[in-house]
Structure formats: structure tokens, C-alpha cells
């Protein structure tokens, strides 16, 4: 595999304002100057982590689908991120993966929040998600999807897992213990994209946008404050990696119920 260069675009955003995000992220996506394959934004980047869909909730043909191809055709990235989208008689945290070429692949978030109440407003996904990009195998999965590992594990499935996240400040150390541990099972690089902020019902964010590698080893990390981070990942070192120790091969095999 080639190096891959990803862009994690950790950034404030307006509460249930979707022209605004996608101004701001406009910018942002804009001022790239670093070339590259992938950017990634984070969880309902166009609402905050809003349970009140009714009013900000899309359908596949709405003004943030039109923005996301256009944005991809006009920097050359696959973009990817989480929004509130309504189908039929039910709303999805759906991730969307949009191309360049305008074609996309949608995931819709499996593992709902039910502290939150997620679960009662949102309908849940069911099949994970695996994308093709320049010779990677890409695997993107939303927030709470972090916690669940047998859901988040694949056997050689993947090489690159990403989270995109509004994970609040007062359980960063989750976030952080967490997306190097499925990192290191997974034998695979992970990247995880959270807000920062507080958003319109005084939930504080604190980033910690953040990539490893298949060791569980630190590419990069944010702070608190909005921040792009660019990175190139080693496709050659994964491979000799999982050559050289192929814990992979002695995985157990399994099948999800539901």
C-alpha cells in the first residue's frame, strides 16, 4: 500500500445550525494546502449531537448531501462525517462517505447512546462498513461505537479504523484509553475526530482528535481548541508489520445475533 495522507478536522460547531457548519467547515476544507486523499469531520458536524432531529434532520437529497460533493469534487478528497438524516418514518446518525466523483457509501451509527436518549430519536444501524480507498481497506464507525470492541473487530478486515466523535470532556480518558486499545487488537492504524466546545445544552468537549498506529503508538494529537491534523500513514510498515507478527491469524471466529 501507498502512504495515505488524512486530514482530522476537530472543530467548534454551531448548535442546530447547518448553513453556518457548513460554512465554517467550507473554509476549513478550502484552506488544505497539504494535498492528500481523506478528510474526516466529526459526529452530526452539521447540528452538534443534537436528540431534537425533527427540525435539523436531512433526507439523501438535502443541502448537505449537494455540499459534501461539491466539496469533494473541489479539493479531490473522499469526505467523511456523521449528520442527522430522516428515511421514511425514522432518523439515522448516518455517517456519509462522499467521493470525489460525487458517488457515496452511508453507515448508519449501530450503537446508540442511551444516556443520552439517542436510542428513543434515532433508528439503529445494523452492517459495519468497509470502504476502499487508493489500496486501503477503510473502516468508519461513530462515537459510541468505540466502546463495543466485537462490533469494532476484524480479523486482517481493515487498515485503517476511524471514529468520528462529539465524545464530551468528562469521559476523555475513555477516549483516550480506548482508540489505541483498537488500534493494538485491530493491527491496525486508528484515528478518532471529536468537537471541542460546549454545546446548546452545556455539554463541554475537549477534542483530543487523535491517530495511532498499529502498535498503539501516537501519530498525532490535538488539543482542546479547533485544529486540522494532516498525517501520512505508512501502508509498507503495516503490511511488514502483520507479516512479522500475525496475531491476526489466531483470532477467534464469531458472528454478531443481531
Known amino acids: 500500500m501507498k502512504p495515505l495522507m488524512v486530514h482530522l478536522i476537530q472543530a467548534d460547531l454551531a448548535w442546530r445550525d ?107 444501524g445494523r452492517e459495519r462498513l468497509v470502504v476502499e480507498l487508493d489500496g486501503w481497506r477503510i473502516c468508519p464507525l461513530v462515537c459510541y461505537d468505540l466502546r463495543f470492541p466485537v462490533f469494532s473487530y476484524g480479523s486482517n478486515a481493515f487498515d485503517l479504523q476511524l471514529f468520528v466523535a462529539n465524545w464530551p470532556a468528562a469521559r476523555q480518558g475513555a477516549w483516550q484509553a480506548l482508540l489505541p486499545a483498537r488500534a493494538i487488537e485491530n493491527q491496525c492504524y486508528v484515528a478518532g475526530v471529536n468537537r471541542v466546545g460546549r454545546d446548546g445544552i452545556d455539554v463541554e468537549y475537549s477534542g483530543a482528535s487523535a491517530a495511532y498506529d498499529f502498535l498503539g503508538r501516537p501519530l498525532a494529537v490535538a488539543g482542546n481548541e479547533e485544529s486540522v491534523l494532516s498525517l501520512s500513514l505508512d501502508g509498507a510498515a503495516l503490511e511488514r508489520y502483520r507479516e512479522k507478527f500475525p496475531a491476526w491469524r489466531d483470532a477467534d471466529r464469531f458472528r454478531l445475533l443481531d
Open 18 to 124: 447547518p448553513a453556518a457548519n457548513r460554512r465554517r467547515l467550507e473554509d476549513v476544507l478550502t484552506g488544505l494546502h497539504s494535498g492528500g486523499q481523506l478528510a474526516v469531520l466529526p459526529e452530526m458536524f452539521t447540528s452538534g449531537f443534537t436528540m431534537e432531529p425533527e427540525g435539523v434532520a436531512e433526507d439523501m437529497g438535502g443541502a448537505t448531501l449537494d455540499w459534501l460533493s461539491r466539496m469533494a469534487g473541489h479539493t479531490g478528497l473522499v469526505i467523511c462525517g456523521s449528520l442527522p438524516v430522516r428515511s421514511g418514518a425514522h432518523f439515522y446518525n448516518r455517517l456519509v462517505w462522499m467521493r470525489p466523483d460525487g458517488s457515496y457509501t452511508c453507515y448508519d451509527k449501530r450503537h446508540l447512546f442511551r444516556m443520552a436518549g439517542e436510542h428513543r430519536h434515532y433508528a439503529s
